[in-house]
């Protein structure tokens, strides 16, 4: 059996313990939650502490955001944990991830996410050089909306009729302005090698009905395009529902017991 503990309860946390729960994963028993808040009424597993989590368990999941690993990550590797990682974003801090590289023997791992297609582009981030890579990631006004923004832009955003690219910049930048945005744009850095290179496009459409990311990338290897469309997770409209599948599927190769009739790793 390996033990697992999660961190995060909501649109991500939760479907990811029901699922483990439901035998998504053979031999995987989810010992608690940590979450900062109380566990809603009739929660299936427990409410744990952190330092219960390490001390228990072989394998933490952080669904909770980019806080959690650049508070806890370090520590949970010290102490042995593998740790599968939601929020890719945390990585774009050059000195959190160097620590992280250094920490163990705990393994670190970041799930694929919203997006697909990172195969691909560590394939060929390691085969030559990468020239240009870019994110474009449209969604409702309502989700792209941030505590710094004055009430003249967030109402600008909120009352668009068409389209409006509100953002365009490089990933770090992104990381300090819409730093949830940044999920995405991070873990294709981090295929391809290198965060600096991936240019961050943020589009505001009231008729967005999914989250779309469009990723394309030119490298040695070819040249990439993928188009993800993603269903809003009813939970959280800011977060794609496959995402809590990918946690468990990026989990099940940690484990090393891959889901699916014919594993794709
Ligand atoms: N890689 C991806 O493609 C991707 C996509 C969406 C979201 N994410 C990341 O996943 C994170 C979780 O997303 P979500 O939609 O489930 O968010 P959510 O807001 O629905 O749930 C977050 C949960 O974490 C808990 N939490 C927050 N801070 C905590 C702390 N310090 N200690 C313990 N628990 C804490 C909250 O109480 C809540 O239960 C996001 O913050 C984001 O960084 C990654």
């Known amino acids: 059996m390996t033990k697992i503990a999660v961190i995060g309860a909501g649109a991500i946390g939760r479907p990811v313990v029901e699922a483990l729960l439901a035998g998504a994963i053979d031999d995987v028993e989810v010992i608690g ?6 566990l809603p009424d009739g ?3 427990p409410q744990i502490h952190l330092a219960e989590a390490i001390a228990t368990s072989d394998v933490i999941v952080e669904c909770a955001g980019q806080a959690v690993v650049a508070r806890h990550a370090v520590e949970i590797l010290e102490s042995g944990r593998d740790l599968l990682v939601t929020s890719a974003g945390a990585l774009a801090d050059a000195g959190l991830a160097t620590r992280m590289t ?6 670190f791992v970041v799930t694929s996410g919203a997006v697909g297609g990172v195969d691909l582009l560590v394939s060929a981030g390691s085969y030559g050089s990468v020239q240009r890579a870019s994110v474009t990631t449209t969604k409702l006004p309502g989700a792209l909306l941030q505590p ?3 009430d003249a832009t967030q109402e600008r955003i909120r009352t668009t009729t068409e389209p409006i690219t509100i953002f365009e910049g490089t990933a770090e930048e992104a990381a300090r302005f819409f730093p949830r945005s940044l999920n995405v744009a991070a873990t294709v ?10 240019e961050v496009r943020l589009i505001a459409d009231p ?9 394309e990338a030119d490298t040695d290897a070819g040249s990439y395009r993928f188009e993800i469309r993603n269903h809003p997770s009813p939970d959280n409209p800011r977060t794609s529902g496959v995402v809590a599948r990918a946690v468990v599927r990026s989990l099940s190769v940690l484990v090393g ?3 699916g009739a014919v594993s794709i790793i």
Do not use: Q, Y
Not at 33 to 38: E, G, I, L, M, Q
Not at 102 to 107: I, N, S, T
């Open 43 to 45: 929660f299936p597993v």
């Open 189 to 198: 850095g981090l295929a391809l090698g290198s965060l600096d290179l991936v």
């Open 102 to 107: 250094a920490a163990g023997p705990g393994r």
């Open 148 to 150: 710094w923004m004055d």
């Open 257 to 259: 017991r891959p889901v």
């Open 33 to 38: 939650v940590v979450n900062d808040k109380p």
């Open 207 to 215: 008729a967005a009905e999914l989250t779309s990311h469009v990723i």
